[in-house]
């Protein structure tokens, strides 16, 4: 098994995979959920959640979450990051929603998806990644 270099692991982390958030609670473990996302090289990672949910609820500007992507058929690999949340803001709908649920879910259902009622709730999340951890098991070790 290999490690990945800082391209290799930008360019894993911006391709589509769900990611894992986990995020810390005072005296219980980390909540951890799936969260659909966005990533572009060298920029913040990006991901919605709805203000209300657990998620939404614990999530503050300079808290420290963890996030994973993996792939799930071999060779297995992931890339997982850690860093501080940088901004919260109300989602933008044509900026931010329908982008990240068009590369889940296709056009049309994408499209259908941030029609539905409740959709103003949503938030955008934007974490500063501090720390890279990744390997690639179909990286040949020499």
């Known amino acids: 098994m290999a490690g990945l270099t800082l391209i290799e692991k930008q360019k894993f982390l911006a391709a589509l995979h769900v990611g894992i958030l986990s995020i810390p609670r005072e005296?219980?473990?980390?909540?951890?959920?799936?969260?659909?996302?966005?990533?572009?090289?060298?920029?913040?990672?990006?991901?919605?959640?709805?203000?209300?949910s657990r998620k939404g609820k614990l999530l503050?500007?300079?808290?420290?979450?963890?996030?994973?992507?993996?792939?799930?058929?071999?060779?297995?690999?992931?890339?997982?990051?850690?860093?501080?949340v940088s901004r919260i803001t109300q989602s933008l709908l044509e900026k931010e929603l329908r982008p990240i649920a068009r590369r889940y879910l296709g056009t049309n259902q994408g499209?259908?998806?941030?029609?539905?009622?409740?959709?103003?709730?949503?938030?955008t999340v934007r974490v500063k990644i501090e720390d890279w951890l990744a390997v690639d098991y179909g990286k040949s070790v020499g």
Do not use: H
Request: net charge negative.
């Open 111 to 123: 499209d259908a998806y941030t029609e539905r009622e409740g959709i103003q709730d949503t938030i």
């Open 60 to 84: 503050k500007v300079g808290l420290p979450v963890s996030f994973c992507v993996q792939n799930e058929a071999p060779p297995y690999a992931y890339v997982s990051v850690s860093g501080l």
């Open 27 to 52: 005296g219980a473990a980390p909540l951890t959920s799936p969260v659909w996302y966005d990533y572009t090289p060298g920029s913040e990672l990006t991901f919605l959640t709805m203000v209300n």
